[in-house]
């Protein structure tokens, strides 16, 4: 039920959800749509009707299935490993069950050896739920929202705003400037271009605002890739090196 991930952020995916909506810029050339669009061709179950051909492409249908089987996985996973949850959805979509949301997180209490990563578009409606008697804090769940260019920058503010030990950005795919954003008591930050056939660039100087940024408020600076249609030819060095911080566990 978990995918050992070749995300270079993480170890596993766990996938309790599938299917999602187009939200904002950032999700045009989702890598998770064409890849529920393969899966639904193979005939897998669980990703049968999630996306339809729209202008020769395959885009989300908005349909999201909950998985009980998946959802178990981690209990029986005794090495501690990276979990990205709901690599192929999210989590907080307005159609995943506030009950089944609450079912992830008592999975991800129950196994405090594993460190879970969970990304969201829709930072508003985590911001909403967590920290409530049925959404504890919880140590080993990271907390972060996607943030592509300066028009939803306001995702940062309800990320601030959430009760979380860790929270982080991820700046992938970044096809704008976001000199502006505000990284206090943001805890990582990751950046990557977008890859893919379509794949929009990434200036390096965006790149740059970032990290600066990331130095000033102490927040860790995780380069991600260049991006592009090849993107293991482009690379992931930075100022001539890899940057792999990660996240201090401060509250």
Not at 124 to 145: A, C, H, I, K, Y
Request: charged fraction near 20%; hydrophobic fraction near 40%; aromatic fraction near 10%.
């Amino acid at each position: 039920m978990a995918q050992t991930s070749s995300i270079e952020w993480t170890d596993v995916t766990w996938n309790p959800v599938a299917g999602c909506t187009i939200a904002t810029a950032g999700c045009t050339n989702c890598y998770a749509m064409r890849m529920a669009a393969r899966l639904q061709a193979m005939g897998t179950e669980k990703y049968q009707g999630l996306t339809r051909k729209s202008g020769g492409r395959h885009i989300w249908t908005g349909k999201v299935v909950t998985d009980d089987v998946a959802l178990i996985a981690p209990l029986g996973w005794r090495k501690p490993r990276r979990v990205f949850v709901n690599s192929m959805s999210d989590l907080f979509h307005d159609e995943v069950p506030v009950e089944f949301i609450a079912r992830v997180w008592s999975v991800m209490a129950a196994t405090p050896q594993h460190t879970y990563q969970i990304l969201t578009k829709r930072p508003e409606r985590m911001r909403l739920l967590l920290g409530s008697d049925r959404f504890p804090v919880l140590q080993n769940v990271w907390v972060g929202t996607s943030v592509e260019n300066a028009a939803v920058l306001d995702r940062v503010e309800e990320l601030r705003a959430t009760v979380a030990v860790t929270r982080f950005i991820s700046f992938e795919p970044l096809i704008g400037s976001v000199s502006g954003v505000d990284l206090t008591n943001i805890h990582w930050a990751i950046v990557g271009g977008e890859s893919g056939p379509k794949s929009r660039p990434m200036e390096e100087i965006w790149v740059e605002e970032i990290e600066d940024i990331c130095r000033s408020t102490g927040t860790a600076f995780f380069f991600k890739q260049w991006g592009g249609r090849n993107k293991k030819a482009a690379g992931r060095t930075f100022k001539g090196r890899t940057f792999d911080e990660m996240p201090v566990h401060i509250s």
